[in-house]
């Protein structure tokens, strides 16, 4: 690619967007914090053990929040990347109907070189 050139790549971000959608590890994990967060006696009689057992479940439900934002940041790249997938879909078609324009002018101007008395051809107005 060439200075300031943006490859356009719809397969790729198809495959991101299906991945992060596809992980069901979030999944599991919030469930282990759950059940973590929500244990009750894990510690029995243990000296400090209600300590303990309250420290723990404060630090499940911390994750449990920072998995939420994870979560978030997971649905916001599955859904960037299913855009930027139509917008290169987009993108492509556009260049492609640029490019053909651009042939049917180049195709034009080489039968007007290409005359037999060096001008002539079909006159068609081209935008």
Known sequence: MAG???DLNPDGMRE?????GGSGELGAMREKFIGIASARGLFG??????EAEGA???AARTMLSE????GLTVGDIQSSAGEAAGIADETDAAAGQRLAGAQEAVGYFDGLMNS???G???FRELY
């Open 4 to 6: 300031g050139d943006v």
């Open 16 to 20: 991101a967007e299906s991945a992060a």
């Open 45 to 50: 009689s243990v000296p400090g053990g209600a």
């Open 56 to 58: 723990l479940e404060s």
């Open 67 to 70: 998995l939420e934002a994870a």
């Open 116 to 118: 037999g008395e060096g």
């Open 120 to 122: 002539g051809g079909e």
